[in-house]
């Protein structure tokens, strides 16, 4: 099935190809602060209060990174009886998750895994999959046909992106603020590692908008598509939900 909005890739970004995260690995933490003045720990606490409000034994938080989303939410539920996996494709990143869900290793199961082709997960076998700030830079059709195998029927998949103010001329405003921010600030904080902040710029100016994202989940198979905007738009958390068997 092929969609006539942006292109699936919206950031053009391949990990085989270049190995940006693995490069800025251990200073992700600190350009996302610095990227989002810090809001991105708003954002990530409310996709962790949507993942806690949500019934599940099993879930995957894909792309977990440094283990961002994992970590805020293990304090607003109770892990008996539950498995979680963070994954991610980047053995770096998933050094730093690992050492900061040091203290959960018993509830949190770390693995390697590609969004795009999760060959290890056995068709519906998960409750719920939660991906955050990552669908920009993968092919979302492929990494969302995924979801929807991995997924049990009538599980649950929450997304947080980059999405679209609403205001076109605060939009533009927006991106024009990111144009010139990024490239300084990333240049600064990965001592002149231009492709950082090149995909990240790429992938937010060429991202579907909310309503178009929530169109092409359905189109996929979803269900009860719904989306959230946060900080007037500039990200939406999605969920949906496989259809019950
Ligand atoms: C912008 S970071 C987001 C990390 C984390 N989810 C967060 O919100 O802070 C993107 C992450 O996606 C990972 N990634 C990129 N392509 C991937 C793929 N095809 N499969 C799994 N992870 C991927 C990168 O290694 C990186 O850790």
């Given at each position: ?14 990990w085989?190809?270049?190995?940006v ?155 024009r ?35 178009a ?7 996929l ?20 939900r496989?259809?019950?068997?």
């Amino acid at each position: 099935m092929s969609f006539n909005t942006s292109p699936s890739n919206a950031a053009e970004y391949a990990w085989e190809k270049d190995d940006v995260f693995g490069r800025i690995a251990s200073r992700y933490d600190l350009l996302c602060d610095m990227f989002s003045c810090g809001i991105h720990r708003l954002w990530k606490r409310r996709v962790a209060q949507r993942i806690a409000s949500e019934p599940w034994n099993t879930l995957i938080d894909g792309a977990t990174g440094t283990g961002d989303i994992i970590l805020r939410l293990l304090p607003i539920l109770s892990a008996q009886g539950r498995t979680m996996i963070a994954a991610d494709i980047s053995p770096k990143m998933l050094a730093i998750a690992e050492r900061r869900l040091d203290r959960f290793a018993e509830t949190v199961k770390l693995c390697q895994l590609d969004a795009e082709n999760m060959s290890s997960i056995a068709d519906n076998s998960v409750d719920a999959y939660s991906l955050s700030l990552v669908l920009k830079i993968c092919d979302r059709q492929r990494v969302l046909r995924e979801a929807l195998r991995i997924l049990k029927p009538g599980g649950r998949l929450i997304v947080l992106e980059a999405s679209n103010i609403r205001i076109g001329l605060l939009h533009r405003a927006y991106l024009r603020y990111m144009s010139i921010c990024m490239p300084a600030l990333g240049w600064l904080a990965t001592g002149g590692d231009a492709s950082a902040y090149r995909y990240l710029l790429q992938g937010i100016r060429d991202f579907p908008t909310a309503e178009a994202l929530a169109t092409e989940m359905t189109q996929l198979g979803f269900t009860e598509v719904a989306f959230e905007r946060l900080s007037l738009g500039i990200v939406a958390i999605h969920s949906a939900r496989k259809p019950a068997a």
